[in-house]
């Protein structure tokens, strides 16, 4: 069975640092693409972009592009997502995804979501 | 970057009943080498992350009920819910994954009327 388990929930100052993670199991996780998603509270749902864990290559939207990191590591199978900088304006849940087959695909396998608070 | 828009933003369908929800893109995601639509749609009930329903605007994804349709072809699709049931009350959301970035639209939500 596909499983992405995401770190816990986070509060965190303006200008603090944050990474969180996301474990695959179940599947080979270099050969998938993983993607990340933010909804704000009470919002929809906004792509941020996706990380093939094989080769780290990545596609982000301009959104978010240069705001945060995507990484993987393929010897423990997981993806990160990392702020250098928080503001009060990444309060969210953020999820990751993986991707059915190749890089042009749907999400077919959901993480839970990490809830990140900002506040000071 | 392809715009999606979904419609309507809410709607209330009494129990049994069908239930129908818009998404149009910006431009087209019928992609010609393969005939395919780059067009997936996801379900998400309270507290719950998304869950994929459809892919391929059409296909519907192992173990999703066969109530649930996708519809559509190049800038316009439906989602079909043909009997609404009482756990189907979620927002649903259209995504393209056309070209990057695979932007999803603003998600409608349907109650029980």
């Not at chain 1, 603090?16 to 990340?36: N, R």
């Not at chain 1, 094989?54 to 240069?66: L, Q």
């Amino acid at each position: 069975e596909v499983q992405l388990v995401q770190s816990g929930a986070e509060v965190k100052k303006p200008g603090e640092s944050l990474k969180i993670s996301c474990k695959g199991s179940g599947y080979t996780f270099s050969k998938y693409w993983i993607g990340w998603v933010r909804q704000m509270p009470g919002k929809g749902l906004e792509w941020m972009g996706i990380i093939y864990p094989g080769d780290s290559d990545t596609k982000f939207s301009p959104s978010f592009e240069g705001q945060v990191t995507m990484s993987a590591d393929t010897s423990s199978n997981t993806a990160y997502l990392q702020w250098r900088d928080l503001q009060a304006s990444d309060t969210a849940i953020y999820y990751c995804a993986r991707q059915k087959f190749g890089d042009y695909d749907a999400f077919d396998s959901w993480g839970q979501g990490t809830k990140v608070i900002v506040s000071s | 970057d392809i715009v999606m828009t979904q419609s309507p933003d809410s709607l209330a369908v009494s129990l049994g009943e069908r239930a129908t929800i818009n998404c149009k893109s910006s431009q087209s995601v019928l992609y010609d080498s393969n005939n395919r639509n780059y067009l997936a749609w996801y379900q998400q009930r309270p507290g719950q992350p998304p869950k994929l329903l459809i892919y391929w605007a059409s296909t519907r994804e192992s173990g999703v009920p066969d109530r649930f349709t996708g519809s559509g072809s190049v800038t316009d699709f439906t989602l079909t819910i043909s009997s609404l049931q009482a756990e189907d009350v979620a927002v649903y959301y259209c995504q393209h994954y056309y070209s990057s970035p695979f932007t999803f639209g603003g998600g409608t939500r349907v109650e029980i009327k």
